[in-house]
């Protein structure tokens, strides 16, 4: 299904394929009216693609296509072998992990994952895990440490779940266990914010040394409906809470809550998924080159101050 | 978020029109009760034993030993996002300033605590519903690391509906913030423990609060992740009987000890003496 401000985009590229298609058929030369077109189709997604609001990128960001954590395992790394399991209660599908190569570097990996259809949504809750979900990310990132790989998280979650039984088995401690888990890393922790990065199910797996977006991903305490509906009283609001949040990748980095913005392809990640998994792993090399020079310490002192300098405020 | 509980909020109020201000009713159960006996049992109703919300001040007087609290409380908040839903930020930070006399949601500082030394932080529900943004995560990592720095005891008592959502982002961040900021207290042996009150839910809840060596939480109290319209939304069926509710914390073993106010004191001094390292051995001070 096409986003809505897609639209007009596909319906003028369909027009110029049936024109081609008519002018091959026919043999009727219609170079000068595909050329015409092709002009009015370059601007218009020049217009729309250019000038992108931030509730565009929150549907960018949710666009089916979009690479998922396991899309990036199988394009960008190699011989992934997927581990299973909190080892306490149950294996949440929404969060996946386990052990990878990157090009010549062994590492641990861990993300939310989303289904790529509807049935797979439903087995992965949307991307929202439970607390066994966040149990399972910190007995990778023990795995990291313990071997001295680097961690790479991979972000894409509407948010924690909010349910009966996620409360049951204490989500909310889970979550700050995985925050303070993560920053105590004596290895290289690298997250990419691949879609949504919604609120504390989003930051249990984000402290990391580096913190990366993609172009139309987001980013905040709270989704723009919920947002909406508390503020404004009506979750339909939510454009403007998007615009309010400053959730895209331009105002994180303004704000320093990203270190850097990977580019997508023109339209968004779904449009050429293979080309956005590509730049988020020359991202993630030239990272980790970056972070390897540190010693462990000197890793998590790096983490300690890039989280600790974060805030606005003034002395009084 | 619990957030909606702020604006259906209720303080103990005169209802009486006669004498409004000698006595009020507990919102529980509603008993009239004499104001000033309300106040002395710190505002639990003594028919029913409800645990109504008490403002930081109050708190702070209550916990600490008495003419020992120094505050050290002091940053202000920005509008870094520039954000206005139906009122500006600003504004909104304006009214909570005048309201309740704070310039954000938190007021700490060091005192002893049965003798021990402590920094205490205390959140204020009055203001935005407690919310963390940016001053509050700041001023709960200085508070850690002065305690480290001091050798004190830290405790902290939760009142909030989570992160606020004005200063986005980095309300988010200050989790991370004060989470790792703990790491000070945990490399000098030095005890931290939280009390949580009505309400802990959000941000607070899924960050430090949850973090302490010991945690209190007092009867009654909401505490949870997210918050119970939230969930019901999502669910779509009614909530059990006492879900999220202390008690039900208990159960689940995510906190330490339900504690009635009126021992609360009493047994965070017990808690901050075993835990300690600076304190000797001295059971039943």
Redesign the interface.
Known sequence: MPLEFEKPILELEKRIQELKETARTTGVDLEAEIRLLEERLARLKQEIYGHLTPWQRVQLARAPGRPTTLDVLEKAFRDFLELHGDRAFADDPAIVGGLAYLEGEKVVVVGHQKGRDTKENLRRNFGMPHPEGYRKAMRLMDLADRFGYPLISFIDTPG?????S????????V???S??RM??LKVPAIAVILGEGG??GA?AI??ANRVLILENAW????SPE??AA???RDAKEAP??AE????TAQ??LA?K?VDAIIPEPEGGAHKDPDRAIQNVKEALLRTLEELKALSPEALYQD??RR??A??????? | MALERLFRRKRPSGENRDVPELWTKCEACGAQLYKKEFRENLYVCPKCGHHHRMSAAERVAMLADEGTFQETTRLAPLDPLGFVDTKPYAERLQAYQKETGRKDAILGGTCAIGGVPSVLLVMDYAFAGGSMGSVVGEEIARGVERAAAEERALVIVAASGGARMQEAALSLMQMAKTVMSLDLLWAKRLPYVSILTDPTTGGVTASFAALADVIFAEPGALIGFAGPRVIRQTIRQELPEGFQRAEFLLKHGMVDRVTDRRQLKGELVRALRHLHPGVPYAPGV
């Open positions: 924690a779940y909010p349910g009966v996620a409360e049951e088995r204490g989500q909310a401690w979550i700050a266990q925050i303070q920053g105590r609120s504390g930051l984000g402290v980013y905040s305490v709270i919920s947002c508390i503020l404004w403007k809470a309010a949040l400053k959730l105002d994180l704000l809550v983490r300690y989280f600790r974060l805030g606005a405020y003034a002395e009084s």
